[in-house]
């Protein structure tokens, strides 16, 4: 035991600021990505978007002369001698050579939001101010599925009105459109509904007091037995039931519609594929060239103050690249590994992880994951998410692997053409897997059939 000095040389990988948003630029969108462009162009005053070209001859022309002297050399001269980043910009971006066209979507009106929707019917149904006042705090009180989520007495009791002028407003305004609408609960709006529809009929009626509950769970000939009718005429009110909408509400909106827009075009042209990132959404970065001849001319606290701004500029921009050309190797591998999917459809897709592709790539396996977090690509079969394409899979009795999607959608096609009044069990759907070659167990069909949201064999059938 002694105390001593020692040196040792060892390598070990420091998460610096750069590296870290280095990190973050690869997992974002394209919109995202253009977020976070148009904020540090607003903090880095170096940065600046690329202007149309008539704004940029007036700046040009407006700008003074450059000196003839060569100025001493500075730690900048690495950053500054880039006349591509400084004069031409410094990320133009692919940009797909697809013809831009008015979107359609733009030209369909949006839905307004069920508030608008009810305050609209309110004002123009109410008799008075104050069942006015109370249908608007009640319709304030709905959620996003139409449904009261307050008591009658503690709506009065906000409103310091009687329980009885609360009940008024709430009978009106659940006689609005949409049906159903401002129920307390399933029931209530299902009664509604019925009452809208003018149904009478007593055995749809006892269904939907009593046994809403044996419905869902499939209990069908129970249902039949307490009523005392066949378990065919069960099937026919549960079949009209299921055609009322248990959430009237959520036909409406914000008003505003998400659209998803990808990241990567990839698109055959004579028995290729050509890839392409989208990087329509990602504005051209620039460095004002501005800061390249007052760099000199400036005290040493300035000079400091421009040199952290310019390695921060150029770093992003680095990034931004560096973005662009792992997307591409990702995509580009995920084709060649992928060729039958592309060719030939989603049926063929094959298992495939993301080391695997990071093997092929040379790169890391975090990368490849990042690379297709929140990614989109438009194929010629569709729109996909970039995980899409990396399913687990089975062996099949060939020694073929088949992907999980693949299997599943086996599984989708035997339960569409079962007989309704038979429908196949998962031990029976797996020993028909088993028969074209797919070997999984009961247990791996259940799994993947609750994963499509398929119903048990039992809810499936049909009398």
Request: glycine letters at 6%.
């Amino acid at each position: 035991m002694e105390f001593g000095l020692k040196l040792d040389i060892s390598q070990k990988l420091v998460m610096t600021p750069q590296l870290c948003q280095a990190i973050a630029v690869l997992q974002l969108s394209s919109l995202e990505l253009a977020e976070l462009l148009e904020k540090e162009v607003l903090e880095n005053p170096v940065l600046e978007m690329e202007e149309s070209a008539e704004a940029e001859t007036t700046a040009e022309q407006s700008q003074e002369p450059v000196k003839d002297e060569k100025p001493a050399e500075t730690k900048l001269d690495e950053y500054l001698e880039w006349e591509a980043y400084f004069n031409e910009g410094v990320y133009n971006g692919e940009v797909a050579a697809v013809e831009e066209r008015r979107s359609f979507e733009s030209m369909v009106g949006g839905v307004g939001s069920l508030r608008d929707h009810l305050e609209l019917q309110m004002h123009v149904a109410a008799h008075d101010d104050l069942s006015e006042k109370i249908g608007r705090y009640l319709i304030g009180c709905l959620d996003d599925n139409g449904y009261l989520t307050i008591s009658v007495p503690e709506a009065a009791a906000a409103l310091n009105v009687t329980a009885g002028a609360v009940e008024v407003a709430l009978a009106l305004l659940q006689s609005f459109d949409p049906p159903g609408v401002a129920a307390r609960d399933l029931k209530e709006c299902l009664a509604l509904q019925l009452k809208y529809r003018g149904v009478n009929d007593p055995l749809i009626w006892s269904i939907i007091n009593k046994y809403l509950p044996d419905v869902g769970e499939g209990r069908l000939r129970h249902i039949a037995e307490q009523l005392k009718v066949t378990p065919r005429e069960i099937q026919q009110a549960v079949d009209f039931i299921r055609t009322l909408d248990p959430k009237p509400g959520s036909a409406f909106g914000s008003g505003q519609s998400s659209y998803v827009t990808p990241d990567i075009t990839i698109e055959r042209v004579n028995g290729s594929y050509i890839i392409v990132v989208n990087d329509t959404q990602v504005p051209r970065l620039t460095i004002n060239p501005y800061y390249r001849r007052v760099i000199h001319d400036i005290d040493a606290d300035t000079r400091k103050f421009v040199e952290g701004r310019l390695n921060a500029a150029v770093w992003l921009i680095k990034s931004i690249e560096q973005r662009r050309r792992t997307l591409y190797n990702v995509a580009e591998a995920i084709v060649d590994l992928q060729r039958g999917f592309f060719d030939y459809g989603p049926k063929q897709l094959k298992p495939l992880t993301m080391k695997t592709v990071a093997d092929r790539l040379g790169i890391h396996e975090s990368t490849v994951s990042r690379a297709t977090s929140n990614k989109y690509a438009a194929t010629p079969h569709g729109l996909f998410s970039l995980r899409t394409f990396f399913t687990s899979g089975v062996s099949s009795t060939e020694g073929e692997a088949l992907s999980a999607s693949t299997v599943k959608q086996a599984i989708r096609e035997l339960i569409a053409a079962e007989p309704s009044g038979q429908p196949l069990s998962d031990q029976a759907i797996a020993q028909a897997l088993a028969c074209t070659g797919t070997t999984i167990s009961r247990r791996t069909v259940t799994k993947y059939r609750e994963e499509m949201g398929i119903a048990a064999s039992s809810k499936r059938k049909r009398y």
